[in-house]
């Protein structure tokens, strides 16, 4: 059983940044591919970036290509999302995801899940 707690969400202006902290419990962090996903109000759950186990592997949607980067600290138990260059479409509530299947997109593969942060930009 693995669970994950974000914080690091807030209010901020556009072009902005912030960065996201996700905490782990368990021993086996390292064992898991960590993401970030995001859900905006009246919209689907969006993919926005995952971490393989020793951290050298990384995808990102689209969107934040060049503006979001993703980490992890395995000593720590923590995983990251640095966001700068924050837009108003990136509004939404953050969630922190962790798979021992494979590194990918796709929600499904996700067997835990964080409660969520929320992240507001303002124009």
């Known amino acids: 059983q693995v669970q994950l707690v974000e914080s690091g969400g807030g209010l901020v202006q556009a072009g902005g940044s912030l960065r996201l902290s996700c905490a782990a419990s368990g021993r086996t962090f390292s064992m898991y591919a960590m993401a970030w996903f995001r859900q905006a109000p009246g919209k689907e759950r969006e993919f926005v970036a995952v971490?393989?186990?020793?951290?050298?592997?990384?995808d990102y949607v689209d969107s934040v290509k060049g503006r979001f980067t993703i980490s992890r600290h395995n000593a720590e138990n923590t995983v990251y999302l640095q966001m700068n260059n924050l837009k108003p479409e990136d509004t939404a509530v953050y969630y922190c995801?962790?798979?021992?299947?494979?590194?990918?997109?796709?929600?499904?593969?996700?067997?835990?899940w964080g409660q969520g942060t929320q992240v507001t930009v303002s124009s």
């Open positions: 995801a962790a798979s021992r299947r494979r590194v990918g997109r796709d929600p499904s593969l996700y067997d835990y």
């Open positions: 971490v393989n186990w020793g951290g050298g592997g990384t």
